[in-house]
């Protein structure tokens, strides 16, 4: 199995208290300690404007920027967003971007996309909100135009929603052009969702991972019906590293995982979420599949390594301010799933 790890930005409250003067040197810092810890593949960011469980005054940090400052100050760990809103900037745009932070890194990004669905930074930022069947379809055109940026310089496209018209791409992106990499898009194309009529149809077109929700059963069942779309669309399913999203909340014991739930709490009531709220956020996380001892975490993943989940993105809510529990699952969890 391999790991990645998302580093905290605010939108999840996870930067409370931390002055913002001092938040990209805590988001520099866990990214480098990434950096230097060979256990993890990758690390992420959410592409949100507006924090959860509610919009607040609290920090939430653009995605795209932190790419390419993250693309600066590391030099291994390769760099993704899980996962950027199609909609969100125009796709001809965000394939240039997504180019010039490859050639920064060094070949090192991952693109994560999707259809988008916080309906109210959509329409905070002027966005409107589409129907799902028009993101979705934006959600298409818009890896449709990647792909012919990325591979060929440039692209040309009169679709539905998105036209371009000999829309270049110089540099190419290092990946697939100096450096090995997806054959399919230059960048290795994440579609994240698990839509199953339109979105996991998007993703055996043209996904090089996947990543939808992480129980057992539920990501049982959305990998039999992308399975469906890749014969439907004659590809090979394995061509596909399928993962899934992990909130960790580890302990050694019950005792502790009870601890840092109570710091989770205490964060949202710290932003001014409603008590009975910020229960319910930590009421959510308890049940989850990488919540408990290390022991319970391995049993869990390893059976999930059983059913195609290979590669895991982990989100530690208190990495900000403490990476205790990091290191208790880099050094009791990873090493019995890696490899």
Not at 52 to 59: L, M, R, T
Not at 130 to 137: D, I, K, N, Q, V
Not at 248 to 277: N, P, Q, S, T, Y
Request: aromatic share 10%.
């Amino acid at each position: 199995m391999r790991f990645g790890i998302f580093v905290p930005q605010g939108w999840r409250m996870d930067l409370v208290g931390i002055a913002p003067e001092h938040q990209w040197g805590v988001m520099r810092d866990l990214a480098q300690r990434a950096d230097a810890e060979e256990a993890w593949e990758s690390l992420w960011v959410y592409d949100h404007f507006h924090t959860v469980p509610e919009p607040s005054h609290e920090a939430c940090h653009e995605a795209w920027s932190l790419m390419a400052a993250f693309a600066a100050v590391t030099g291994r760990v390769r760099l993704g967003q899980m996962c950027t809103c199609m909609s969100y900037r125009d796709p001809a745009y965000l394939a240039k971007v997504a180019a010039t932070v490859d050639v920064v890194s060094g070949g090192r990004l991952e693109m994560g996309i999707g259809a988008g669905w916080y309906e109210h930074e959509w329409r905070a930022y002027g966005y409107g909100f589409p129907t799902a069947g028009e993101r979705l379809a934006r959600l298409r055109e818009g890896v449709e135009i990647f792909r012919q940026m990325w591979t060929t310089g440039s692209a040309t496209l009169d679709g539905e929603h998105y036209q371009v018209d000999g829309a270049m791409c110089w540099p190419r992106p290092l990946q697939g052009t100096v450096f090995p990499g997806s054959e399919r898009n230059g960048i290795p194309v994440w579609v994240a969702g698990g839509g199953e009529r339109k979105t996991l149809r998007i993703a055996a077109e043209h996904a090089d991972y996947t990543n939808f929700d992480g129980t057992p059963e539920v990501f049982a069942h959305k990998s039999e019906v992308l399975r469906g779309h890749c014969q439907d669309v004659g590809r090979d399913v394995d061509e596909i590293v399928r993962s899934a999203n992990y909130n960790v909340v580890i302990g050694r014991d019950e005792a502790e995982v009870e601890e840092r739930l109570a710091f989770v709490k205490d964060l949202f009531l710290r932003a001014g979420v409603a008590e009975e709220k910020a229960r319910q956020q930590v009421d959510g996380l308890r049940t989850q599949p990488a919540v408990g001892t290390p022991e319970q975490i391995v049993e869990t993943l390893a059976g999930l390594q059983d059913i195609g989940m290979t590669y895991a993105i982990t989100y530690f809510a208190e990495a900000a301010h403490d990476t205790s529990g990091i290191e208790l699952f880099e050094d009791e969890v990873i090493p019995a799933l890696a490899g």
